[in-house]
């Protein structure tokens, strides 16, 4: 469904991502680790336009979206879920989420995402800005699903959140996949990733050099964690 | 004349003035909000606003069609020149957008030279507003009490737009986050072009409004970016309510000031900017920059 073969990806003139190759199937949670600074949110920029990619191919059920705009990707069907969630701070919570309906949504109605996301409910009118984490971390994902996407980019939603809300994280990221949509998550937390994913990835200085299902990932997971993940 | 009349007649006066400052101000406190640049050119579409609703007025016979037409065409010239030459450069550095927004004014100042030539251009007033209405005896131009009311009815359906319409929802999302708003769908080029179209014709119509009191001359432009970029200062850069609020204090400043200390009536303005500046450096509504 979202397929990335060969993705290099320059910043200026450091080589940031070094030949990605990433295949995911409809309704499935693929997760990708790495330590900090190995390409993975570079992984997820590029895929979402933000930043344009040197060479290789980026294809969404067989259309190559490399080098478009960020808003033609979105109405393409992906949808983004950024690093430290950058919801709109002084717009209200109704009101960043309306940013992203652009047209009435038929899947992910403001209803059913205020169902799935009581706490949002609750605060509706108050400014982005207010909400805790973990709010505005659900904020961010209804914003996200509020445009009926066929994919989301989540891009390390676990950052700062308290073990029990990334449960409750855990959750909605099943329940996603549950619904068919197709998810890339960028995580650091591991717990998370295994709990959740179909398939684990390892980055490692822009390339995926490891891949494995949470159980066997598992299996030799002190040996992996040694040498990829560990500082 | 007894002090109460007095001030409500200098109130509205004040009101009035505080009309054209907002018109002036709110374009240009948008449009950096939007695209965090500094439009030099302004107070050239002021000026500009000026010209063409004098036109307008000329061809039609009519100064209502002058009003709308005029910031129209000033809001598709600033629209055009948002898309033509701005929309290139911003993967570039700010310098890039004041020597292109200067130029402008330049260009846009020869092109008006040309087109209307040197002379002052008066517009002249439908009755109703050139009229002369007494307020406790005293005679007081019916057309500045249209100004505080055009002001009132503008500012309000501004505020109105930026939280009632999707356009207005856009428009305030993007000044937070513009990338955020990109990735999430928005074609955010055309909020950008909209806003600068916007803003641009807010100038004109301050031009337009402007020009049956002091005439539609080439002169306007320069008086009126200081005046703009003090509003934008005072105001906080990016901030509606601020320049609304603004553009009333320094049009009060001014009325008074003129008034009480008429030898300093220039420097008020810019000693009310100075103590804002000192007690909150982000402006009255900005935020720390």
Redesign the interface.
Known sequence: MLRIENLNTHYGPSHILQGVDLQIPAGKIYAVLGRNGVGKTTTVRSI???VRPSSGRILLDGHDIAGW???RI??AGV??V?EGR?I????TVL?NI???E?HPARIWTMGRLLELFPSLRERSSNRGWQLSGGEQQMLAIA??LV?DPRAVLLDEPSQGLAPLVVRELAEVIKRLCAEGVTILLIEQNMKLAEAVADELHIMVKGRIVYRAPPAVFRADEEAIRGRYLTV | MDFLPFLLVQCLNALSQAALLFFLGVGLTLIFGIMRIVNFAHGTFYMLGAFLGYSAAHLSGSFWFALIAGPIIAGGVGAAFEIGLLRPLYRRGDSAFLMVTFGLTLVLGDITRLLWGVDPLQISLPNALGAIVFLFDEPFPTYRLFLAAAGIIVAVAIWQFLERTRLGLLIRATSQNAEMVHALGVNVNLVRSGIFGIGCGLAALGGVLAAPMVTASLGMAGNAIIDAFVIVIIGGMGSFLGSLLAAVLVAFVQVFGTYYFPDFALAAMYLLMLLVLMIRPGGLLGKEI
């Open positions: 979402m336009g933000l705009a960020p808003h979105a109405r949808a983004y950024p950058l709109f701070p002084d717009l009101e309306r940013v992203g652009r914003r996200a445009s």
